[in-house]
């Protein structure tokens, strides 16, 4: 009864071969999760800039309005779609400092977090903010921004519901 398709030895070894490549399977999937995320953060910012640019090519381009006592350029002409910046982006809070604040945006992709403010006064430009480690901000945290020359004082909004967590177990 040792026997039934093929020897008890035989089946063992073949079944502990095929968990062990299973588990080496899942482990060095979990390990690299977090180059593969960079990899696809990087090439999603690549085809955003690539499809900035190509929308606001013509925008750069100056054409002289012909005067002869007043010569003034103006802005060449065309519709570049609206200015959304924030892709998917959820305000959470935002940043401060003793005369100046802005509101603060964040994008979540797995275990890491991208945060960048929104300027009103220089024509919504969107500035990165670079966290440590891409962790996420707590309340009261300090922040540099090189673009603003200050260190900003991080004040999160209170969140009143329950937040969809993939990493709770």
Same mark, same amino acid.
């Given at each position: 009864? &040792?026997?039934?398709?093929?020897?008890?030895?035989?089946?063992?070894?073949?079944?502990?071969?095929?968990? %062990?490549? %299973?588990?080496?399977?899942? #482990?060095?999937?979990?390990?690299?999760?977090?180059?593969?995320? $960079?990899?696809?953060?990087?090439?999603?910012?690549?085809?955003?800039? @690539?499809?900035? !640019?190509?929308?606001?090519?013509?925008?750069?381009?100056?054409?002289? %309005?012909? =005067?002869?006592? +007043?010569?003034?350029?103006?802005?060449?002409? /065309?519709?570049? /779609?609206?200015?959304? *910046?924030?892709?998917? @982006?959820?305000?959470?809070?935002?940043? *401060?400092? +003793? @005369? &100046?604040? *802005?509101?603060?945006?964040? =994008?979540?992709? /797995?275990? =890491?977090?991208? *945060?960048? %403010? #929104?300027? $009103?006064?220089? =024509?919504?430009?969107? #500035?990165?903010?670079?966290?440590?480690?891409?962790? $996420?901000?707590?309340?009261?945290?300090?922040?540099?921004?090189?673009?603003? +020359? /200050?260190?900003?004082?991080?004040?999160?909004? &209170? +969140? @009143?519901?329950? !937040?969809?967590?993939?990493?709770?177990?």
């Amino acid at each position: 009864m &040792e026997q039934i398709c093929f020897n008890q030895n035989t089946f063992f070894s073949v079944s502990l071969f095929l968990f %062990i490549v %299973i588990i080496g399977l899942f #482990i060095y999937y979990k390990m690299t999760e977090d180059i593969r995320i $960079e990899l696809f953060c990087k090439n999603r910012i690549k085809e955003i800039k @690539s499809l900035f !640019l190509s929308q606001n090519q013509g925008q750069n381009n100056l054409i002289r %309005i012909k =005067n002869e006592q +007043n010569p003034e350029y103006y802005p060449e002409r /065309g519709y570049t /779609g609206p200015n959304d *910046y924030n892709l998917a @982006s959820k305000q959470n809070g935002f940043i *401060y400092s +003793n @005369s &100046e604040r *802005y509101p603060l945006f964040v =994008n979540r992709l /797995g275990r =890491n977090f991208y *945060y960048h %403010i #929104i300027d $009103e006064n220089r =024509n919504r430009i969107r #500035i990165p903010l670079n966290v440590p480690k891409n962790e $996420e901000l707590d309340d009261k945290d300090t922040v540099t921004v090189p673009e603003l +020359n /200050g260190d900003y004082t991080v004040k999160l909004y &209170e +969140n @009143s519901g329950n !937040l969809y967590n993939p990493f709770a177990i």
